[in-house]
Structures are given as C-alpha cells and as structure tokens.
C-alpha cells in the first residue's frame, strides 16, 4: 500500500532506530515533555501477556484500576477485551500482549495529549522492534495517532475513528498487520446496542485470524 504512510522527521534522524525511534526522545523526552509519571502508583506501566500468536493489543492510557494494579486492561474495559478476544477463539493472556500507547495514566483518565503520545511514542516503537508481532491491533484514535502519527500523510491523517475501524493494513516498516478498532470503552458506552458489539468483535475476529498471514512486502 505505497503512499499510505510516510516516514515522517523522526525516521531522517541519523540516530534513529528502525522504526524511526529518534534518540533525542528516548527517556528524557518522557520525564522532561510529559510529567505524567509523576503523579501515578504505576510510571512506565510494562506490557503484559505472553503473546504466543504474536499479537500485540495497544489501547490508549491506564485507568484508575489498570493504574491500581500495576497492569494494563484489567478494568471494566479488559473485561470487555477479553470476552471479545476468547469469544474469537483465542486466549488474552496467551495469546496476546497487551500495552497502552501512553503507559501512565492521565488525571482523571483523561484522553492522552499529543505531547504525551508523542513523548511515549518510543517506549511502544521499542516493545515492537523487540517482540516483533504479526499483528498489531489499535484500540481507539489515541492509539493510532500514538503509533502512526508521525508517518501519516496528510491524506491519511485527516479521517476519523470511523474512517479507520476495520482495516487490516499491511505495514512494510513494522512487518505487521495494523488493526484500527473501537477501544471498548466504546461498546460500554453503547451497550443498549447489542449491534455494535458483534460487529465489534467480528472485526477483532478478522484481527486476530491475521496471525497467520504474512505481511506482503511489496
């Protein structure tokens, strides 16, 4: 899919990894542009799950029990995450790992800025050159704007949530599938709508199954 992603100023950055991981960024762009780790029970919160069908699960930020607990989608929306993953036939903890694209929670669960995305952005390009997942599943806009933000064309980056849920895009940069998918807090919120949460867990079906199907790299 040429054209959809650009490399954006950080992958020109000489001292950038492989997936354009500025070293002006790491660490001291957390602490020093975010602040955010100073006021959580759990800074830095690490991804967790064994990951055996090499799929990694990034929503947006902890909430106050993921924060309480010291891991990511164990509240109400975890729950929500792993009926639908088990309802798919696979295995949360088993099967996936599952992160935020912001790793400490903001005050009162608010919606991660830019400044914060962009200052964790390396913590989740990090964890992916190491674990090198199959596929790669997006929960909410938070978590595309925090992975793909700065390699969107201008195209690209203006489309909604809307636009986004349901693709199965074949990145050639990470070697994986991205998956674009409503965080289920949204299904919370919607839940007189019994219609939105089967098409929601038909996509993470499609998601899921992509496990064993290889990126195309051209």
């Known amino acids: 899919m040429s054209g959809f992603f650009e490399l954006g100023v950080e992958a020109s950055d000489p001292n950038a990894g492989e997936f354009g991981r500025g070293a002006s960024v790491r660490g001291g762009g957390c602490r020093q542009r975010c602040q955010l780790f100073r006021g959580v029970l759990s800074p830095y919160m690490e991804p967790y799950g064994k990951g055996q069908r090499g799929v990694l699960i990034v929503g947006e930020a902890p909430g106050a029990e993921e924060d309480r607990q010291g891991r990511p989608f164990v509240g109400p929306s975890g729950e929500e995450l792993a009926k639908g993953v088990d309802w798919a036939g696979y295995d949360l903890d088993r099967d996936c790992v599952r992160t935020n694209v912001c790793r400490c929670r903001p005050p009162k669960n608010a919606t991660p800025t830019a400044t914060q995305l962009n200052a964790c ?57 991205i998956c674009p998918l409503y965080h289920p807090a949204y299904l919370m919120r919607n839940k007189d709508d019994p219609s939105i949460r089967r098409v929601w867990r038909e996509q993470l079906k499609i998601a899921l199954d992509l496990c064993d199907k290889p990126v195309p790299q051209e």
Do not use: N, S, Y
Request: hydrophobic share 45%.
């Open 121 to 177: 952005r390396w913590r989740l390009l990090e964890h992916i050159e190491e674990m090198k997942p199959r596929v790669i599943i997006l929960l909410g806009r938070p978590a595309v704007d925090g992975l793909l933000g700065h390699r969107l064309t201008e195209r690209m980056g203006g489309l909604t949530m809307t636009d986004w849920v349901g693709l199965q895009i074949p990145d050639q940069l990470l070697k994986a599938w």
